[in-house]
């Protein structure tokens, strides 16, 4: 029963991971305007995931575990380059991405390194999550935000906390997923008086 649990949440997280973020890549096309999504909680959001990615990387923990990170880094700089797109200078882009691959290299320079910025990606996840919902406060316009991406993503890290506690059981792991969670568990009680998500 164990195995089977444990795989199930495996291969449903790879597969929600594998169109995550199409949904939301797909409202952003359709309305070709990255108005409702904020900059800083999406280079927030992949800077965690690639910290995420590299600790387990270093650690070497199973392929499976963390085998949904590459795909979501992946749609994300794909979102990144759309927000760019409709602000209108996709090269700005850049150096964004410059520091990011060469962060990928500095993190492993020593095991502190790599230990301190996987404790500081439980609050860079969090802050990520805390500057969307900001956001959508403040102007009070979902604009292009998909809610099904928020509620996969929901899905998501509450199946990861599952798998990492019956594979690892690694504490600085569990938390980094338990804040993000309750952030994306949040949103379905944001007022729909100002935010109309399109669910798509």
Not at 31 to 58: D, I
Not at 97 to 122: E, G, H, P, R, Y
Not at 132 to 138: G, I, P, T
Request: proline share 5%; charged share 10%.
């Amino acid at each position: 029963m164990t195995s089977e649990l444990l795989g199930f949440c495996n291969w449903s997280t790879l597969g929600v991971c594998a169109a995550l973020k199409l949904p939301q890549i797909s409202a952003l096309l359709a309305a070709r305007s990255a108005r409702g999504l904020s900059l800083p909680s999406l280079l927030l959001e992949l800077a965690g995931f690639l910290v995420f990615l590299r600790y387990q990387c270093y650690y070497e923990y199973p392929l499976l575990t963390y085998l949904e990170y590459p795909i979501l880094i992946a749609q994300d700089v794909i979102l990144l380059l759309c927000v760019f797109h409709f602000s209108g200078n996709v090269y700005r882009a850049v150096p964004y991405i410059a520091l990011f691959v060469t962060s990928w290299f500095l993190l492993t320079l020593q095991k502190w390194v790599i230990d301190l910025a996987m404790n500081l990606c439980t609050f860079i996840s969090a802050a990520s999550k805390f500057a969307q919902l900001q956001y959508l406060w403040k102007t009070r316009d979902s604009g292009a935000v998909s809610a099904l991406t928020w509620s996969l993503a929901s899905y998501t890290c509450a199946a990861r906390i599952v798998t990492t506690l019956m594979t690892t059981n690694d504490l600085t792991s569990k938390q980094k997923l338990f804040l993000p969670t309750s952030f994306l568990n949040f949103v379905p009680f944001v007022p729909p008086s100002f935010v109309n998500c399109p669910v798509v």
